[in-house]
């Protein structure tokens, strides 16, 4: 349900997430230090001479993330880590898990990116101007309405898909661009993703953010949105249409990096596709 720049998944070793000083790092400097060793030294480092980086925090998450990738040395910008997850204090690319904290920012972060909104606002004027007659009547009034009931909807699924159910099942919501290869490679990689996610101590597991969020989003939504079926085949058929249509999400965070970089960019016509399938009357 989201659009992130993000590399390739690798596996990554088991680590310790004890405090380190300057005693625990090894004689020996070609041992590889265990990435939170890293995180939480090079933390220590940027606090004494003033040039930390102030935590993510929900006020900071609802701002715009800028992230460049072809600059490591530069010292990442606040909620950094919710868009790009592969920590950059040193050049090599270690995958940093998100806390449940982070994923709650992540979930804002993505919700009000201005790009989201700016689509869900879009989206609603075309289908009120297209439709005047839908249950959600015509005019100014028809689009807010519609508007505040995408809105709530898209809240619903960046909660359960981005926070609730990967807190609980210990996954990483974010998604791992691959950048290189083949297109097939890479279409191959979006599309596995969508359905096979990452665990927030690398490795792989079923992605539980996209399959559970569809049925509890869909089952939530029933119980507000204007003219909506809420029987059970309506419902099932709008959960099996999410799904089909979740990689496209996966799709434009693969293959627009550049635009990425800056936005967040977010496929909120798949929401009024699934609304319009369960619709009265539809086929």
């Excluded at 974010?174 to 596995?192: E, H, L, P």
Aim: charged share 15%; with cysteine.
């Amino acid at each position: 349900m989201n659009v992130q720049n993000l590399i390739e998944p690798m596996q990554l070793p088991q680590v310790s997430s004890a405090p380190v000083t300057e005693r625990d790092l090894p004689d020996d400097p070609s041992t590889t230090l265990q990435r939170y060793d890293v995180v939480a030294v090079a933390q220590a480092s940027f606090k004494e001479d003033g040039t930390g980086i102030p935590p993510c925090n929900a006020v900071r998450s609802l701002r715009m993330v800028t992230v460049d990738p072809n600059k490591p040395g530069v010292l990442p910008s606040p909620c950094s880590e919710l868009v790009f997850p592969y920590e950059r204090f040193l050049d090599e690319k270690f995958v940093v898990p998100l806390t449940w904290q982070q994923k709650g920012y992540l979930a804002l972060h993505q919700w009000s990116d201005p790009s989201n909104l700016m689509t869900i606002a879009g989206i609603s004027a075309i289908n009120i101007a297209a439709d005047s007659h839908s249950a959600y009547g015509p005019g100014f009034k028809g689009w807010a309405t519609l508007t505040g009931v995408s809105l709530s909807q898209d809240a619903t699924g960046e909660f359960f898909g981005n926070f609730l159910i990967p807190s609980l099942a210990h996954q990483d919501p974010r998604y791992f661009r691959m950048g290189k290869g083949s297109v097939g490679r890479r279409i191959g990689n979006a599309v596995s993703q969508t359905y096979w996610g990452n665990r927030d101590g690398g490795g792989r597991m079923p992605n539980y953010g996209v399959l559970l969020a569809y049925p509890i989003a869909s089952v939530i939504s029933n119980l507000y949105v204007p003219g909506i079926e809420g029987d059970a085949r309506s419902t099932t058929r709008r959960v099996f249409v999410g799904y089909a249509l979740e990689p496209v999400n996966n799709l434009v965070s693969e293959f627009l990096p550049d635009l990425a970089k800056r936005v967040h960019i977010r496929i909120i016509f798949v929401q009024n596709i699934l609304n319009n399938v369960a619709a009265p009357g539809a086929p």
